[in-house]
């Protein structure tokens, strides 16, 4: 009898220990997202803007059954300069930008959490970049009485929707500035995990942030290849920066950089050498000069000067 009951015993124990082991690991993933979201909350962000001085302001609206969290910082009169985050990452990512004294006094600075990230419904990703555009456009055409020159400043995927908005709302943008851009369908690195993660099997124990960023690069080639009719209507200035060394994006988007904006009347490309993906930590500088270039290349145009 004792024997026969031995192995119940077994799975009894084997059983609890399972239990036991997939309850730590739920806990440990929902501490895990707390930890890793790349985003401050507004009182953060208020108190930043105290400190420093700042007329910074944030706020939420709601677009096409979304919401979204921007933050305005300077003057209503000046200029408009948007920055869009890449994936994944935040508006939260420009905070040290917003006291940056040359831009100050040129640029009404706009910052949004893409959908998906920061407090724009963390993990509710939008996988569309025509969608994503359409979101972000009421910031510059009803919401915040955007001043023109409007120069969009995109960083890594922020730059493929910088893009779009160019394209699908011509007469918002006048400038853009696209740092590690992914332009070129499938020009881009794949990971082998990435659609291992979509599975509802695997995803909720993803945190939510890299939920978003995988929901995104999954659906990124056949985005792009969405925008392919469309390069022709950008006609604005664009600046072009990348790593030579990028080990994401591949540099191969510089050269589909210059077949597709074929009616920009401007387009510098520049590549950082000894540079990979990341570039505003190490070379916030350069960019913001780039901004400020296009910038007055935009402002020229206005002004009928080629």
């Not at 948007?82 to 905070?95: Q, T």
């Not at 995109?154 to 730059?159: A, E, N, V």
């Not at 979509?198 to 960023?213: D, G, M």
Request: net charge positive; aromatic share 12%.
């Amino acid at each position: 009898m004792k024997n026969k009951q031995r192995p119940y015993r077994w799975l009894r124990r084997s059983l609890r220990i399972l239990i036991t082991s997939l309850v730590v690991f739920i806990i440990a993933c929902l501490i895990f997202d707390q930890f890793v979201q790349f985003r401050k909350p507004d009182d953060e962000l208020r108190k930043m803007f105290t400190e420093r001085g700042i007329d910074g302001k944030i706020g939420y609206y709601t677009a096409r059954g979304r919401t979204l969290r921007y933050a305005v910082v300077g003057a209503d009169s000046l200029p408009t300069l948007l920055m869009l985050h890449g994936s994944p990452g935040s508006m939260s990512y420009y905070a040290g930008r917003y006291a940056d004294s040359s831009l100050q006094k040129t640029f009404r600075m706009i910052t949004v959490d893409r959908p998906g990230y920061g407090y724009s419904e963390l993990g509710n990703p939008e996988p569309s970049i025509g969608e994503q555009a359409a979101l972000i456009r009421p910031l510059l055409d009803s919401l915040t009485k955007a001043h023109h020159p409007v120069i969009i400043a995109g960083g890594s995927y922020g730059s493929s929707v910088a893009c779009r908005l160019a394209m699908d709302y011509p007469e918002l943008v006048d400038g853009l500035v696209l740092t590690g851009p992914s332009l070129g369908p499938g020009l881009e690195k794949m990971f082998w995990f990435t659609p291992m993660i979509e599975h509802w099997s695997i995803r909720w124990f993803i945190p939510r942030i890299f939920r978003s960023a995988n929901t995104e690069k999954m659906h990124h080639k056949e985005e792009l290849e969405k925008m392919l009719p469309l390069w022709k209507n950008i006609r604005v200035p664009v600046a072009y920066m990348q790593g030579a060394h990028d080990e994401l994006i591949d540099t191969a988007n510089a050269g589909f950089a210059r077949e597709h904006l074929v009616n920009a009347p401007y387009l510098d490309i520049h590549f950082f050498q000894n540079r990979e993906h990341r570039l505003a930590q190490f070379e916030w500088p350069a960019i913001r000069d780039a901004i400020l270039r296009v910038y007055g290349k935009a402002l020229q145009l206005r002004n009928g000067v080629h």
